[in-house]
């Protein structure tokens, strides 16, 4: 195909400006040269103003997600991969398997092109690994001042098998409470390049996509209860959220939740607590006792679950408290996240 | 953690918690103060009381900087950040407390006014030679723990001629405090409060030192425990002072001897008095007006105060009538015998001070501990095992 382009879009030097939101040849070639080439497939290169795409029969799942991390760039990962990795796995999440993406991509004034160049290679990077495609997309500018940069929102759909029933309110007392792997690493990891707080840490985002130890987890044991993804609030509000939907209580043990300890020692540091901070990589599963051991073994056998661990139970709680056992010997609520422990995390 | 978990053993907490339910006499109660938020952080997280017998109670006292700070001088900072072009920087606790009108820190700032959360005195001067042209104020809280850094940077802003930078000074020092507490009707007439003893405070006592708590001790036969913010360092002391009381001692003990000395940090104190004097009286939420309990700026260094600068005026506003963070402060009452306390007052929207700071007694009883107070507490099942 011939580009009616005279000169190629200037990935070097070139910054954002408001044609490349306009509709016109400018935002076009923006299209062509950057979001095609990067997610390249079929339904992109249809060029219409949406997708249609073929969906097996079942239960049909539908996430969306925004994206408004700073900076964009840290350790084990940037903006785009985020945004991949995130809808997919509130779509995994729901027992689905994920099929197709959509990206809408807010974009400010003066921003470097070469950013988002590295942003969108990261996001095809991230699709195509995790073999879910970007099928369609949008892209506005804002005006300098009125952005930060880049704001990406992603939407995901995917089908849930058959036999598959995953829902937050199907806890039953009794149930038990898995966690794939350590807490915190991604808000430690964004928490160490935010300029004022001036630590640096070896501490790498989790950020991955989850879809791939959710097939593994279901078809070991196909009648797990709940699965949630605890971003933002951490795994203590997760797990609240899981108590209230359920109409259950669960009890933690805090000796068995796992956390590096360059992690434990920068939440130390900064008067955070581990069980609040983010993650993008990590998953918390309840099911039935019988299924716990097979499923446990299933998850570590997996890369994205090598450090899985039981970490508590659902317990008959009108309440709906989450308490946990500390290492100490007493017994505390571990409540809901009050304010912002950090704004802008994913 | 090198250096810390060493102090959240829990098999040594259950050896400390035999030997005080093994010395603790079943005859008499023990009523504790401890007066930091930092030390009623850690009995709440850590669940220490679970591990108390009951003649052993824990009463929080009023060391937690933001619950002691009137709802007058956070109107004032409020006031100050409307200014046009200034911007305000804070402590992240200051943002929620609850102003005048609805407002706080948090909601001007959402109103548009400049107001940035800082870690430390040495950002609000970063952002002062960042920002030339602009006014700058740092709003000042807490006990002695702060003030020496908040003391660093006024005579930096000096040094370096930092014309746009000031101080709301709003420091205030412990032993006042105690000695408020001590001499207070409930402790000293109606014997509401029953004090037998208390946990001293563990950041404030590096730089004032243990000397200053000398003259409680003596003076109200208190016996004193400076104590560190780690569990273990708690449920020592606790054991110290039951051990002092069944000795009938009342003398000031250091548990805290891997930071404290009886000196404290004479730079620091030099620092501080260098650019801060002890004002005549200071409004303290719960407590009210308290003599030579706080601290402003000298006049040699009175360019980078920002109450004379702006002219600000202090005027008092009364709490919330049902709020009981005045006796909670004082430990004559506790958070569930307030009405307010998780109904109308909750983190989310703390109508009182004691529940917004995560030091502060009610947040810290809402955060932790409050399933202890619902009437049906969860059967508990067997404990994980990990396969």
């Known amino acids: 195909m011939t580009r009616p382009y005279v000169r190629p879009v200037d990935f070097r030097h070139g910054r954002v ?30 060029g219409n103003d949406g997708a249609r795409v073929d969906v097996p ?74 073999q879910v495609p970007v099928v369609t997309g949008d892209t506005k500018v804002v005006e300098q001042g009125k952005g930060d940069g880049v704001f990406i929102t992603t939407t995901g759909v995917g089908i849930v098998p058959s036999g598959i029933d995953v829902s937050g309110d199907r ?29 640096e840490t070896a501490i790498a985002s989790d950020t991955a996509a989850l879809h ?72 918390v599963t309840i099911c039935p006792p019988e299924d716990a051991d097979r499923l446990l073994a299933t998850m570590r056998s997996h890369p994205l679950g090598h450090d899985a661990a039981i970490v508590g139970e659902a317990i008959v709680d009108p309440h709906h408290f989450v308490q946990m056992d500390t290492s100490f010997g007493g017994r505390r609520v571990v409540d809901w996240l009050t304010g912002e422990q950090l704004p802008r995390i994913c | ?40 952080h850690a009995i709440s997280r850590y669940g220490l009381a679970d591990l108390l017998p009951p003649n052993v109670r824990m009463i929080h006292g009023p060391g937690c900087p933001v619950c002691v700070l009137p709802i007058g001088r956070i109107d004032n900072a409020i006031e100050l950040a ?37 870690y430390s005195s040495a950002d609000a001067l970063r952002l002062a030679r960042e920002h030339p042209d602009r006014d700058v104020v740092f709003f000042a809280i807490g006990f002695e723990t702060t003030t020496p850094p908040t003391a660093v940077a006024i005579r930096q802003a000096d040094a370096e001629g930092l014309a746009n930078f000031s101080v709301f000074c709003n420091h205030v020092v412990t032993p006042a405090a105690i000695s408020n507490i001590l001499e207070s009707k409930d402790v000293r007439e109606l014997g509401t409060v029953a004090l037998d003893g208390f ?47 069944n000795e009938g001692r009342a003398e000031v003990e250091n548990e805290f001897t891997r930071a404290v000395t009886r000196e404290g940090n004479a730079k620091a104190k030099a620092i501080v008095a260098d650019v801060f004097e002890l004002r005549k009286t200071f409004e303290w939420r ?76 009610c947040a810290a009883h809402y955060t932790y501990g409050r399933f202890k107070d619902a009437a049906i507490v969860g059967e508990r099942p067997q404990e994980p095992a990990n396969a």
């Open chain 1, 17 to 46: 400006d408001m044609t490349h939101g306009g509709g016109g040849r400018a935002m076009a070639q923006l299209v062509d040269e950057l979001f095609l080439r990067a997610f390249d497939n079929d339904w992109l290169r249809q």
């Open chain 1, 57 to 130: 029969a079942g239960r049909l799942v539908m996430s969306t997600d925004s994206h408004v991390v700073s900076p964009l760039f840290f350790p084990g990962g940037d903006i785009g991969c985020l945004s991949v990795h995130g809808t997919i796995n509130d779509v995994a999440m729901c027992g689905a398997t994920p099929l197709y993406l959509a990206a809408g991509f807010v974009l400010e004034e003066g921003f470097p092109l070469a950013d988002l160049r590295r942003i969108v290679e990261s996001m095809a990077a991230a699709a195509k690994d995790a």
């Open chain 1, 171 to 199: 806890a039953r007392p009794g149930d038990v409470v898995i966690l794939s792997g350590t807490i915190g690493d991604h808000g430690v990891a964004i928490m160490s390049l935010r300029e004022n707080l001036g630590f």
């Open chain 1, 212 to 283: 791939g130890l959710v097939a593994a987890m279901l078809a070991a044991a196909p009648g797990i209860r709940c699965l949630r993804d605890p971003t933002r609030g951490g795994l203590a509000t997760t797990l609240n959220e899981l108590a209230r939907q359920s109409g259950c209580g669960i009890a933690l043990a805090e000796s068995h939740i796992p956390v590096r300890p360059e992690v434990a020692a920068a939440c130390e540091f900064l008067g955070l607590d581990p069980l609040y901070v983010a993650n993008e990589g990590k998953l």
């Open chain 2, 1 to 40: 953690m090198k250096y810390i978990d060493e102090f959240r053993d829990g098999a040594l907490a259950r050896r400390l918690a035999a030997a005080i339910a093994a010395e603790a006499l079943p005859s008499r109660r023990y009523h504790l103060m401890e007066f930091c938020g930092g030390h009623t």
């Open chain 2, 82 to 118: 409307a200014r046009p072009g200034l911007i305000l920087c804070t402590y992240a606790d200051t943002m929620r407390v609850p102003a005048s009108g609805g407002l706080s820190l948090m909601k001007a700032k959402a109103l548009g006014r400049d107001i940035r959360m800082v």
């Open chain 2, 199 to 245: 946990i001293g405070p563990a950041h404030v006592s590096t730089v004032i030192g243990s000397e200053p708590y000398e003259y409680f001790a003596e003076e109200y036969a208190r016996p004193v425990v400076i104590a560190g913010f780690e569990p273990l360092d708690v449920m020592q002391a606790i054991l110290m002072l039951v051990r002092q009381l």
């Open chain 2, 286 to 361: 719960g407590l009210g007006e308290v003599p030579y309990s706080a601290l402003r700026i000298k006049e040699r260094y009175r360019r980078f105060d920002a109450e004379a600068r702006y002219g600000i005026v202090y005027q008092s506003v009364a709490d919330n009538k049902a709020c009981e963070c005045g006796a909670i402060l004082r430990g004559v009452k506790r958070p569930v015998d307030c009405r307010l306390f998780g109904t109308a007052c909750t983190p989310e929207n703390p109508m009182g001070s004691c529940m917004v700071s995560s030091e502060g007694a």
